[in-house]
């Protein structure tokens, strides 16, 4: 069965500095990978997402994601974090029949 | 265009008492999607729809029916609500069942039972 896991459930980052948030999975076959933004009180909004070709993947405000098959992994970064960055950060493979399966999230705090 | 709407935005049930939750997408999407939220394990899958008149059974089906009359709406039933059932439910839509395409999220609806 499929599953993602984020080993940190809270990171907190100055403002400025750089951010690396991780998410593993598992997955039989060639995965599709998301990750969404939600900001308190929100919902869910896609930041990028992964499907075939290069392994970086380019997304909104700013963030990008690397897919390594080897350590199953896309992990989310951004080069310098701004404080309307703080939320939580949700990976998530896709399964079939376009069915989410997500990991528990990570909150991300920024401080200034 | 609203994109993906909830109603209501919070609830406060008590035990045994019912209610339904409503979803509404203006985005002509063929699939639909409920999802509760809980602290430390991301979003489940509740039930979802694949169209007009169709559901299916998501990973936590248990005390929840569904039902998407029209392409548009998609409402979540609790029969008998429980404490368990204290959760953020998220509604979602997609413009078809590929694993690529975009899911759209409401808002959420806070729903507390004591």
């Known amino acids: 069965a499929q599953s993602v896991t984020q080993p940190d459930i809270h990171i907190t980052v100055s403002e400025g500095a750089s951010l690396e948030l991780r998410c593993n999975y598992s997955y039989g076959a060639t995965p599709y990978l998301f990750w969404y933004v939600q900001s308190p009180g929100q919902g869910l909004q896609l930041l990028l997402k992964y499907f075939s070709g290069d392994t970086l993947v380019q997304g909104i405000k700013g963030f990008e994601a690397e897919f390594k098959r080897s350590q199953s992994s896309f992990n989310l970064r951004k080069p310098s974090v701004h404080w309307s960055d703080a939320a939580e950060y949700f990976c998530a493979v896709g399964a079939w029949g376009n069915k989410l399966v997500f990991g528990a999230g990570t909150i991300l705090r920024v401080k200034s | 265009n609203a994109g993906v709407t909830q109603t209501p935005k919070f609830r406060v049930l008590k035990t045994g008492q019912s209610m339904t939750l409503l979803c509404a997408q203006d985005?002509?999407?063929?699939?639909m999607y409920w999802y509760r939220q809980d602290p430390g394990m991301g979003l489940r899958l509740i039930h979802y729809s694949v169209g007009e008149g169709t559901t299916a059974k998501g990973e936590v089906p248990d005390g929840y029916n569904v039902s998407r009359l029209k392409k548009q709406n998609f409402l979540l039933g609790l029969e008998s609500a429980a404490p368990s059932q204290t959760s953020v439910y998220f509604c979602a839509s997609s413009y078809s069942d590929r694993t690529k395409e975009t899911q759209y999220f409401g808002p959420g609806t806070r729903l507390l039972v004591l």
């Open positions: 985005m002509n999407h063929e699939y």
